[in-house]
């Protein structure tokens, strides 16, 4: 019982920073229907970011973590007005393949730069924070992931549901000529939409460098590794990123725990192209009725 | 004698049958058989093995595009499994080879035909979803049948990777790059005339359809799904038939390059060629593979000389920078790829000195 309890708590903890992850790419697809294959090296990026400021500006935390969701806000508004405005009106599956190329050059830019080491933040977040009640025992990043990740959902949720912008994003989503032509001003959405996304990765990036070290061949298997927390979820479902990630955060420890170590990383996917036969849209997700 | 025609001027079809044409002008297909027999005496004049060795793995690359522009280009969908089905054709055409004792030429046919067959148990999912889903099922594929090749140890020894025999044919030890050449150019020839014909049949001509609007070809009474996990068979079969006799080739094989990258190099074959162009993926797969060998002979040159050998080091990764960089700005700035900007150069002679 008690392997299990652990394990479960532990499954829980990183399907909450899968979940986290997944909330950045799930709002590019919720804004824009495009499938963002650079959301790994997005977080790879935000990570990276965070190293520069903490470590080799010797900036105080709570600037460098600021910076760094600035500097994301700002490469999201930066991919936007340079890849992906030439392409409004254009082909999904051209900017689909764009995000593909994007991750391949980000990826070669990141290696180029640092290279494929393994490097480590100081360590900074308060003992205080973490939970230690007999067997239950969660870090302190965890809690804190808890908390970043609660309060983005709470942000937006509100946001989608009341804020003209994020109403014009979910109009743009459903489609992109009738918002046009009913003078939803596109550009600005996606590159909010990019923006935000981008700003959500890099903290991500953040947290998981925070918890596994800041690798970009790692980070950038988690951009991957969003697929199937999203699609169990629903692709534009933000609460369904969240439920999501956790489910599949829990069977990947089950899997590790008692089956195999080297099946953890597989059975994501196994379960991916499940829910594409049995459930396509995911838990959480809308479900569009067209038959084809 | 036929009377040699020559292209008009503008566009004067009459009947659909002229629009179907491989060659519309016997000056074209001239041009093709000249450039066959060119090929076919590249390695009977002093050029080097490297000359060699870079053309063939160009036509295996040409194959396995060709496979991925039936299915991205005329079918519409795009596949991230590409380098897996790949190297799930090479470890089929080892194992067969290898366990089996099949002779090389079956095997390589048979490989073709199990990624056929693995390829449409990951087509299935677009039977009941557009686009953007079978994308997802395709990587899902890809990291799959990776894990399964490289923890399958019983059969594809793991990371050890595999030893091919040399095939022996009445005698005479087919190895090297010369009775290769020969081998790759005469089906990479085969698998391009297949392809040219295939999608002037009643497929081509509905994955065409499907492409253009799914609701409508559906309306006009072609069954989506049987042709789209046909479209999916095909492709895969065109990769696992280039991945055997890619594993024939090169005498071993291991897990480690039929990774997501491969896929992608694959993908930006095929956009920078010319999405829905057979001649385009051949423009692409040459493109991309002498562009790999470039930027690994400038690696190769930095290493070895004094100065730059942490240079060389360095710009190692670029190499996943160039291709990326290549699709992003394809698609940007010619989407239809080099395909087009060939057909642009052919009109403007055509066309010449009146160019409109």
């Not at chain 1, 549901?161 to 959405?189: C, E, H, P």
């Not at chain 1, 369904?240 to 597989?266: C, K, M």
């Not at chain 2, 000389?305 to 699709?327: C, D, K, M, V, Y």
Request: aromatic share 14%.
């Amino acid at each position: 019982m008690d392997f299990f309890m652990q394990l479960l708590v532990g499954g829980l903890s990183t399907g909450f920073v899968y979940g986290l992850s997944a909330m950045g790419f799930v709002m590019i697809f919720k804004s824009s229907s495009v499938l963002n294959f650079a959301h790994g090296e997005l977080i790879a990026i935000g990570a990276y970011f965070f190293l520069i400021f903490v470590t080799w500006a010797k900036l105080p935390l709570v600037l460098a973590f600021l910076f760094t969701l600035f500097a994301c806000f700002l490469l999201g508004i930066l991919i936007e007005r340079i890849f992906l405005r030439p392409l409004i009106g254009e082909n999904l599956i051209f900017v689909i393949m764009l995000t593909v190329g994007l991750a391949a050059m980000f990826r070669g830019l990141i290696l180029l730069f640092w290279g494929g080491n393994l490097y480590t933040y100081p360590d900074f977040l308060p003992k205080a924070l973490g939970v230690d009640r007999g067997i239950v025992h969660i870090p302190p990043v965890y809690m804190a992931t808890l908390i970043i990740g609660i309060f983005f959902l709470i942000v937006f949720g509100i946001f989608f549901k009341f804020f003209s912008q994020g109403i014009y994003m979910r109009s743009v989503a459903d489609n992109q000529r009738a918002a046009l032509s009913l003078g939803v001003n596109v550009r600005r959405v996606f590159a909010l939409s990019w923006a935000i996304a981008a700003l959500v990765a890099g903290m991500s990036g953040v947290v998981l460098g925070v918890i596994n070290g800041i690798n970009v061949h790692n980070l950038s298997a988690i951009g991957l590794k969003v697929f199937p927390v999203v699609i169990l979820g629903g692709l534009d479902s933000i609460i369904g990123a969240i439920i999501g990630g956790l489910i599949i955060g829990v069977l990947e420890t089950f899997t590790g725990g008692y089956l195999s170590t080297s099946l953890r990383d597989v059975v994501p996917y196994i379960i991916l192209v499940i829910i594409l036969l049995v459930k396509p849209y995911g838990l959480f997700g809308l479900t569009e009725i067209e038959r084809v | 004698m036929k009377k040699f025609q020559l292209h008009p001027c503008g566009n004067f079809y009459e009947d659909y049958e002229k629009m179907l044409t491989v060659f519309s002008t016997d000056f074209g297909r001239v041009w093709a058989a000249i450039g066959l027999v060119i090929l076919f005496l590249v390695p009977l004049m002093p050029v080097s093995p490297y000359l060699i060795y870079v053309m063939n793995i160009t036509g295996v690359a040409v194959i396995a595009a060709v496979g991925l522009n039936i299915l991205t280009g005329f079918a519409g969908q795009l596949s991230l499994g590409h380098g897996a089905f790949f190297g799930l054709g090479a470890y089929a055409g080892a194992i067969l080879g290898t366990t089996l004792h099949v002779p090389m030429l079956l095997s390589i046919l048979g490989a073709g035909l199990i990624t056929a067959g693995i390829g449409m148990i990951f087509g299935a999912p677009s039977g009941r979803l557009k686009g953007l889903y079978l994308t997802i099922a395709t990587l899902a594929g890809q990291i799959i049948i990776e894990y399964v090749l490289i923890h399958w140890e019983s059969l594809t020894k793991g990371t050890m990777g595999l030893t091919l025999p040399v095939p022996v044919f009445f005698g005479f030890r087919f190895q090297g790059d010369i009775p290769f050449y020969y081998l790759i150019f005469a089906f990479t020839a085969l698998m391009i005339w297949i392809a040219i014909n295939l999608i002037r049949t009643r497929f081509g001509r509905a994955w065409i359809a499907i492409r253009d609007n799914d609701r409508a070809a559906e309306g006009m009474g072609i069954p989506i799904f049987t042709y789209k996990v046909f479209a999916f068979a095909i492709s895969s079969f065109y990769a696992g038939f280039a991945g055997a006799l890619w594993a024939y080739y090169m005498g071993s094989i291991t897990t480690e390059p039929f990774n997501i990258m491969l896929s992608v190099e694959y993908l930006a074959m095929v956009i920078i060629g010319g999405l829905g162009s057979i001649s385009g993926s051949v423009f692409g797969a040459v493109f991309i593979t002498m562009l790999n060998e470039l930027l690994r002979l400038i690696t190769d040159f930095l290493m070895n000389s004094a100065i730059g050998s942490h240079l060389g080091l360095t710009i190692a990764p670029l190499r996943e920078f160039f291709f990326g960089a290549a699709i992003v700005l394809f698609i940007l700035f010619e989407p239809r790829g080099l395909a087009e900007e060939w057909r642009i150069i052919r009109s403007s002679f055509r066309l010449w000195p009146f160019s409109y």
